[in-house]
């Protein structure tokens, strides 16, 4: 049978993929937060999980404000980088694996939740600096296919944190049902504290950031409470973005293990972090 490996969740700020594009890698100001990838990608080494569940949001990049899906499922064959404007970027497309995607949009439909079915579209940041930084760049072909989930966290209204760590647990009766032995991790991206326009643009919030990596291990039933308000307030506008990690924290079990853990502040103007979880 298919079977969960682990949840992972990251930060996915645009200017770790142009750090790397530019060979900043172990320059002062980003070995440190490159370095603390490093378990994580050891971790991934020892399981390489054939299929990747990665839950972000497209920034205005594939999809603008005419149309704004508040779940999509992705269920193409390739997802091609999108370019955001600086040029192409030495990335590889991700092979997707509409199979899964085709059945991940039926056993949500069967549990009520009603994504929009995608079946082109290219993917940003949002999806790339993840797969970077668990998998590293790949000269030709990515080890591990992928299955987008795009939420929407730009536009009001943007959904309610329990509906995703809802989601979540629906996603995990998919991965548990799906035929085959293909073994599978769930990433959940964005985050962490950071407001990158407004009065309070330049916010970060580290004490919070630091407790969100603890609570969303062991107290993840709390962090779905929180209203969508007390997201934007602890973590700013698009700090936000971390409700995005309560649909990988659904998919695991209530009890979890931490294998990895690394917080570092600031990438860009954000607090960034990451963390690899087991069912216990
Ligand atoms: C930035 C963009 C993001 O999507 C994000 O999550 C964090 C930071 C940025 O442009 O700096
Ligand atoms: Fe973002």
């Known amino acids: 049978m298919a079977r969960l490996l682990g949840g ?43 299929i990747a569940v990665v839950v972000f949001n497209d920034h205005f990049n594939a999809l603008f404000l005419d149309r704004v899906p508040t779940f999509a499922v992705g269920c193409a064959a390739e997802y091609q980088p999108v370019d955001e404007g600086w040029g192409p970027r030495a990335v590889p497309p991700f092979e997707g694996a509409a199979a899964f995607g085709w059945h991940l949009v039926d056993t949500l439909v069967e549990h009520m939740f009603d994504p929009e079915i ?50 979540g647990k ?37 004490a919070a950031d630091r407790r969100f990596l603890e609570d969303i291990a062991f107290r993840p039933d709390e962090l779905a409470g929180w209203s969508r308000e007390r997201y934007i307030e602890t973590f700013g506008g698009e700090g936000a973005e971390l409700i995005m990690w309560l649909v990988m924290r659904g998919a695991l079990d209530p009890e979890v293990v931490v294998r990895h853990r690394h917080y570092f502040v600031p990438a860009s103007m954000t607090g960034a972090g990451m963390i690899v979880m087991e069912n216990a």
């Open 118 to 167: 995608i079946q082109e579209i290219k993917v940003d940041h949002g999806l790339q600096v993840p797969m970077e930084l668990f998998w590293g760049r790949p000269a030709e072909a990515w080890p591990v296919k992928v299955v987008p989930i795009f939420v929407n966290v730009l536009q009001y209204p943007i959904p309610l944190p329990a509906r995703l760590y809802d989601l």
């Open 170 to 206: 629906v996603l995990r009766r998919a991965i548990d049902r799906h035929p085959g032995d293909e073994t599978f991790v769930v990433l959940g991206t964005g985050g962490l504290s950071h407001q990158l326009q407004g009065a309070r643009a330049g916010f970060v919030n580290p």
């Open 8 to 50: 992972l969740g990251t930060s996915h700020v645009p200017s770790i993929g142009a750090a790397l594009d530019q060979g900043l890698r172990d320059t002062p100001e980003w070995k440190p937060f490159f370095d603390g990838y490093e378990p994580a990608r050891r971790w991934i080494d020892e399981h390489r999980p054939d």
